[in-house]
């Protein structure tokens, strides 16, 4: 079946530590972006790449960082110097930036 | 930058009512406009959308208006079911190489029996 994998599906990161999630497609798709939700807000852009080897900040970057070196994967390392790292993190991708985007399952961030 | 703004926040019907979701936008370039329906646990999944060129679209008992003057849309979703208890989102995106979507705040529909 073709979809959008993120892993893994809860996730726990201590003080001062960097964690990377997972997102995988095999839809083909050029494009992926990364989200998080909070509780009572909408989604909002953290990172976004429309080819491999690129990609572009979004609304909320700071403290977070994305690698696209496959066209599959786009994982996103949520670092240290987030201070509020505690969200529902949704990976994304579409075929190109005009097209629909459909949405991972997600991965629950906590901080212990 | 755009701006989404989605009302209610909350909504309950019974089964068999209609239910109507409105958002409105600020940004008179946004030329595309999907609405996702994410249940508990799960990410959002698309329902249905429309771009600035068509006033409606219907997809079974789901339709989607646009009134590109007062840049605003709405979900309208018939003969409700249990299974349509969830939250919905509408998002808009502009045009340009940055373009983006926006999303609203989320409607929490509760279908009653």
């Known amino acids: 079946d073709g979809g959008i994998t993120q892993s893994p599906k809860y996730l726990f990161r201590k003080e001062g530590q960097n964690v990377t999630l997972s997102c995988e497609q095999n839809l083909n798709h050029d494009a992926m972006y990364w989200y998080r939700q909070d509780p009572g807000q909408g989604l909002r852009l953290i990172y976004y790449s429309q080819i491999v080897n690129d990609f572009q900040k979004g609304d909320i970057a700071e403290g977070y960082s994305v690698s696209r070196e496959k066209k599959e994967s786009f994982p996103l390392t949520v670092t240290s110097a987030q201070k509020n790292p505690t969200a529902f993190y949704l990976c994304?991708?579409?075929?190109?930036?005009?097209?629909?985007?459909?949405f991972g399952d997600g991965t629950r961030l906590s901080i212990l | 930058g755009e701006n989404v703004e989605q009302h209610p926040s909350t909504l309950s019907v019974q089964e068999g009512d209609s239910a109507v979701i409105k958002c409105t936008y600020s940004d008179s370039a946004s030329n595309y406009f999907p609405w996702y329906k994410q249940e508990l646990g799960k990410g959002p999944q698309l329902i249905i959308d429309?771009?600035?060129?068509?006033g409606e679209k219907k997809d079974q008992r789901i339709a989607v208006t646009l009134n590109k003057t007062a840049k605003h849309f709405s979900l309208h979703i018939t003969e409700t079911q249990p299974e349509d208890s969830a939250v919905y989102f509408c998002a808009a995106r502009g045009t340009g190489t940055a373009s983006k979507l926006t999303f609203g705040t989320g409607t929490r529909l509760q279908v009653t029996l």
């Open positions: 994304a991708s579409s075929f190109d930036r005009d097209q629909p985007q459909h």
């Open positions: 429309i771009r600035s060129n068509v």
